[in-house]
């Protein structure tokens, strides 16, 4: 069994590959993140990596303990950055460090695989994730504290069709494993993938 530390590296690792084969105005569009942007969701991956104790702190009390505040901010400290910056820094951070590498790195390789889909679904550019590294990932976003997918999936059975994992009581919601991982993430996009007697349940948690 592979551990999260080293899934989170892999994901990392092919993350900054796929973003170095985008197109420059690739960089630019929009994605699953309402007014994020591909280079913003990019460099937010790695945002907090780079932060000391007291630059966390900083950084929350900037924000004024608002998470979509605290993300802005990590996003517009990098805003001159060029795309090939942002791709070489991503590279030199795949070890989670900080805030990333809690949970084991449970919380880099989820919030990394999350994000990768917000840029590659909208481009039209889907992946084969690596099973283990989903499960994984899936069973951390039920409970994660930004995530909270089990709130979210109340009420419903979700069953991946792709892959050994399954959660929940209820009508089944039925879907591969990435969509039903991006449902629990809170992607509207996502329930286009699913089906199942608890769909429409489950879409009304959004």
């Known amino acids: 069994m592979t551990a999260p530390k080293q899934m989170a590296r892999d994901e990392r690792t092919e993350f900054a590959a796929f973003l170095s ?5 690739q960089w630019e569009s929009p994605t699953l993140c309402e007014q994020w942007r591909v280079r913003d969701i990019a460099i937010h991956t790695v945002s907090f990596d780079e932060l000391s104790t007291s630059g966390l702190v900083s950084r929350f009390l900037r924000g004024g303990l608002s998470i979509d505040r605290i993300n802005a901010i990590g996003v517009a ?7 090939e910056q942002i791709v070489a820094l991503i ?7 900080g805030l990333t590498g809690a949970f084991g790195g449970r919380i880099a390789l989820t919030d990394g695989m999350i994000h990768q889909q917000d840029i590659r679904r909208p481009l039209g550019l889907p992946r084969d994730i690596d099973p283990e590294r989903l499960r994984t990932a899936l069973d951390f976003a039920r409970f994660a504290p930004t995530i909270l997918g089990a709130w979210r999936a109340r009420g419903v059975r979700l069953v991946a069709t792709d ?3 399954s959660f929940g009581r209820g009508d089944e ?8 991982l ?3 993430a809170g992607r509207r996009a996502a329930l286009d993938d699913l089906d199942g007697p608890g769909k429409a349940e489950l879409a009304s948690h959004f």
């Open 182 to 184: 991006m449902a629990m």
């Open 91 to 97: 590279a030199s951070c795949t070890e989670p460090n």
């Open 77 to 83: 400290d990098y805003a001159d950055w060029s795309p």
């Open 163 to 165: 892959l050994d994992w």
């Open 173 to 180: 919601v039925r879907g591969t494993g990435e969509a039903l």
């Open 21 to 25: 084969g985008l197109r420059p105005e």
